[in-house]
């Protein structure tokens, strides 16, 4: 089910066959008034008892084909729960067992035609929608045309009529088809809707016009077809990213091309230059450089040898190289992406949600008008029938909004794809939307701020030992510790090639720092307390350790038996990206806090260096939790972390941002936002995308409801004619879908 607004939210895994409340091109108009209820989730789906069975159904485009199977199979016995999939066009029902034959006769006599898939629905693409024949619409249009040459040139009026009974009997016959099924079960869609004006005008003689309108909506209804299909294809065109094949090794050490969702994972794929790779895995020979950016929208290529991951759809640009398989095609990282986008379609926004609550109320409203327009004018005020009848009908054509329906979906689901290009994964409209109120954003340290992998930064010799002959006694002893900062201290020598020593009787000192004998000697390598401990603390050396610690370093020092022979300063240093970030959400009016388990000193070391506002130190993952609670008074709240460690904040922050999360399960199951490489300043790509979408969300519906009030007067004032009706009707459909779709074409821009 689709969160709500309300902030005390949880992470939780996205379905993977999610219902998708957006406009789906291929057969129908998607306007319907009547907006079902919030469908099933998956996990209610897999909690309720009974069989599950995906059907597949070509003819379910968009909602006006959902609000008609639900109102049918809803009041049937034996049925547990309901799940549309409206991107895949597939219906899960959860049923008793003896039920499927009814479920599957009720849809038929829809008029629909149902196909039980196998157990992995998501797997199986839905079919494209049959080809449109033209020609029968070119005859229509030329009929309609001569309809009204005839009506004006006075010919005769059997002719007008023959005319246009042939115009609506090629244009219109699908319409009046679905518009009887709609009436029979008491839903009054736009099918609906059309069919009784059409009828109605030709049974007050307007032939031109009745023919005339006919041809206008179909027309109309092929073209928003057309355009709607970038926003579809926009989230089918990320499954296009890995190729279907791919190179395997066979038991006898040949190479064999296999469908790459028959390669089971450890297998072993070869990729030449050039090769989109098909499946994710950990390289095991060769070494090259990976184009990554249909995945992370990083504009750099990235450096691979053995050992490193690589991931479905990125591009080898140069070397050969194999790699061992780690997951199958149904669960790559691509796979995961494409699943999550879809399931983030059936999250409705809070703008989605008005405007269905809106349509529910608003045709009926001028339904019940213009039944009132017909028949009280006559009775009560004496007017003609004809003349009020007529403006009644008009007044059908303007009852469904079918612009303001269209137009959230389109935006919202334009607005998810562009994210998905860019690397930004958003689970949801609600994310999407509320992303433009952000007021304050958390930031975890280390890996989000950071690079999470100290170095060494400074090195001071401080008795008369030449330099080169302290780095090499410490970083001896370093190199037998696996802390991390006598790990970045060996690191650092092993970069500079500083000799090694033997070092004999070897100790570890729990909190302290490690001791050795090296050529007969003792020394010491360890932080400010052991400093202490062996007595060789001084106010001048004091001094320089509370600087060095001031700066956000860790100090260590080798010692001897008699003095500090040298100061060691240790930083996990700072991406250059995390101050761009800062800066352009702070330009946006984002203020930001970080909060980390460091001593504050280190704490607001980082935070000045790369302009934080605020910064806590000494937090346990309670408190950071405690922290994104106290901010929540302020305004909307946002939290960056590893989507695991800091899981309390996430899950208490308004929007939760999971960093570097390509293949990485848990993040993207978990956050409502998944950047998919380190870079931070996506959250700020993500708030100028959220008030992008926003401008165009209210650009649109006040495009749908100006010209629905508007035709809506000229109608009651006796200029509105039905044709003028249409134009405008799907004239604002086709509108509001190219505003929505420009959002597609801002995919590379920042």
């Not at 996205?14 to 219902?19: D, N, T, V, W």
């Not at 352009?584 to 980082?606: C, F, K, R, S, Y």
């Not at 409502?672 to 490489?677: G, R």
């Not at 505003?739 to 074409?745: I, Y």
């Amino acid at each position: 089910m689709a969160r709500c607004c309300n902030h005390d939210h949880h992470p939780g895994p996205a379905p993977s066959q999610a219902p998708v409340h957006s406009h789906d091109p291929g057969h129908d108009h998607c306007c319907d008034h009547d907006t079902p209820a919030p469908q099933a989730s998956a996990a209610a789906l897999d909690a309720a008892a009974g069989t599950r069975s995906a059907i597949r159904i070509t003819q379910m485009d968009c909602p006006t084909e959902e609000a008609l199977i639900r109102n049918k199979l809803g009041a049937m016995e034996g049925i547990a729960a309901l799940d549309f999939n409206l991107m895949q066009r597939v219906l899960t029902v959860v049923h008793a067992p003896e039920q499927l034959p009814r479920i599957l006769a009720a849809i038929r006599t829809l008029d629909f035609e149902p196909e039980l898939l196998g157990d992995d629905a998501s797997s199986q693409p839905a079919a494209p929608p049959a080809p449109t024949r033209w020609w029968p619409l070119a005859l229509a249009g030329a009929a309609a045309l001569g309809a009204e040459a005839v009506d004006w040139l006075a010919g005769p009026v059997w002719l007008a009529a023959a005319l246009a009974i042939t115009a609506v009997a090629l244009s219109g016959l699908t319409t009046y088809r679905k518009g009887w099924v709609a009436i029979r079960n008491g839903n009054l869609n736009i099918n609906a809707l059309m069919s009784i004006a059409v009828t109605g005008a030709l049974l007050l003689g307007q032939w031109p016009e009745a023919a005339m309108v006919m041809v206008l909506f179909t027309v109309a209804e092929l073209i928003e077809a057309r355009s709607l299909d970038r926003a579809r294809n926009a989230i089918a065109g990320l499954l296009q990213l890995a190729p279907e094949q791919a190179t395997v090794r066979q038991p006898d050490g040949g190479w064999l091309a296999m469908d790459a969702t028959a390669i089971a994972p450890d297998s072993t794929v070869r990729v030449r230059p050039g090769e989109r790779l098909a499946l994710d895995g950990v390289i095991v020979a060769g070494r090259s450089t990976l184009d990554q950016s249909p995945i992370t929208g990083e504009s750099l290529p990235v450096d691979k040898a053995e050992g490193d991951a690589v991931f479905a759809g990125t591009i080898n640009q140069a070397g050969s190289f194999e790699y061992s398989v780690t997951a199958a095609a149904g669960n790559s990282t691509l796979a995961r992406i494409i699943h999550a986008v879809e399931a983030a379609q059936g999250a409705r926004a809070p703008t989605q949600r008005f405007v269905d609550r809106f349509a529910r109320v608003y045709t009926p409203l001028v339904f019940a008008l213009a039944l009132a327009v017909a028949v009280v004018p006559p009775l009560v005020l004496g007017g003609g029938w004809y003349d009020w009848v007529y403006k009644a009908l008009v007044l059908l054509v303007i009852a469904c909004p079918c612009a303001l329906v269209i137009s959230t979906p389109v935006t919202i689901v334009s607005g998810l794809a562009t994210a998905a290009r860019r690397g930004i994964l958003i689970k949801g409209g609600v994310y999407l939307e509320q992303g433009r109120t952000l007021r304050w954003l958390a930031l975890d340290k280390t890996g989000t701020l950071t690079h999470g992998k100290p170095v060494q930064t400074d090195f001071e010799p401080r008795a008369d030992l030449p330099a080169a002959t302290c780095r090499a006694l410490a970083a001896s002893l370093a190199r037998r510790s696996d802390h991390p900062v006598s790990l970045a201290i060996a690191q650092a020598a092993d970069a500079d090639g500083v000799p090694r020593h033997e070092v004999d009787a070897f100790a570890a000192l729990a909190g302290r720092g490690v001791q050795g004998r090296i050529d007969n000697a003792d020394y010491w390598l360890g932080n400010h307390r052991l400093i202490e401990e062996l007595g060789r603390c001084s106010p001048e050396l004091e001094a320089r350790l509370d600087a060095l610690e001031r700066q956000g370093r860790s100090v260590v020092a080798l010692l001897d038996a008699q003095r500090v022979l040298a100061l060691f300063a240790v930083a996990d240093t700072v991406k250059d990206s995390s101050r761009a970030a800062v800066a352009e959400l702070h330009a946006l009016g984002v203020n930001t806090v970080m909060l980390t388990g460091d001593n504050p000193h280190t704490a607001q070391a980082i935070a000045d260096q790369v302009g934080i506002d605020q910064a806590r130190g000494n937090l346990l993952p309670d408190d950071k939790r405690a922290a994104v609670e106290s901010l929540s008074a302020q305004g909307t709240v946002g939290m960056v972390g590893d989507g695991i460690n800091d899981a309390p904040a996430l899950a208490r922050a308004d929007i939760g941002f999971a960093m570097g999360a390509m293949g990485t399960d848990t993040a993207i199951e978990t956050a409502d936002v998944a950047l998919m490489d380190d870079d931070l300043r996506k959250v700020a790509a993500f708030v100028r995308l959220s008030r992008r979408t926003h401008a165009v969300l209210v650009q649109n519906i006040t495009l749908a409801l100006g010209i629905k009030a508007v035709f809506l007067l000229l109608t009651l004032a006796g200029l509105g004619t039905m044709w003028m009706a249409v134009f405008a009707d799907v004239g604002a459909s086709l509108l509001v879908v190219g505003n929505g779709l420009r959002l597609l074409r801002q995919g590379k821009a920042n």
